[in-house]
């Protein structure tokens, strides 16, 4: 994913909208028997953002750079986009409030992922900058060095 945000170059609205995309695909999934597993899901991520970049940008890169950023091949990304558009059943309007919905989803998921992320490792402060501080502050030789 982070491949995907780094290259897409695309509006913030649109990894939104590819994640209503993806929940309706998984849900008619249900009825069409799709397996995501560690092979498909960054196929299924690479295309549910194509299909939003665009349905909602005026600008966009086309299939070819996409398939470059997903590591696959043109043909493929062809493929997987007339895929994805008929399991999705073509319905790409995203109202405001399923938008607004699904942005609330996503904050909140966020802010459970940085509530139960790690601390962030302790920085060492130096006592000292320079080698006059040192004698009066007490700084070890391992100090006044690394400042």
């Avoid at 009825?31 to 899901?41: I, K, N």
Wanted: include cysteine.
């Amino acid at each position: 994913m982070a491949r995907i945000a780094r290259f897409a170059g695309c509006s913030p609205a649109c990894y939104v909208v590819a994640y209503v995309y993806l929940d309706r695909l998984l849900r008619r999934g249900r009825r069409l028997a799709l397996a995501v597993d560690s092979y498909s899901v960054h196929r299924l991520l690479i295309t549910a953002v194509l299909t939003a970049v665009k349905f909602m940008d005026d600008i966009c890169y086309n299939n070819a750079y996409f398939a470059k950023v997903g590591g696959i091949s043109l043909v493929e990304m062809n493929y997987l986009e007339v895929d994805f558009l008929f399991g999705v059943g073509f319905d790409l309007n995203v109202s405001p409030e399923t938008f607004g919905d699904y942005c609330a989803v996503l904050q909140s998921e966020l802010l459970c992922a940085e509530a139960e992320a790690p601390p962030a490792p302790l920085r060492l402060q130096y006592c000292c900058l320079s080698e006059d501080d040192a004698a009066g502050a007490g700084c070890s030789a391992q100090q006044q060095l690394a400042a």
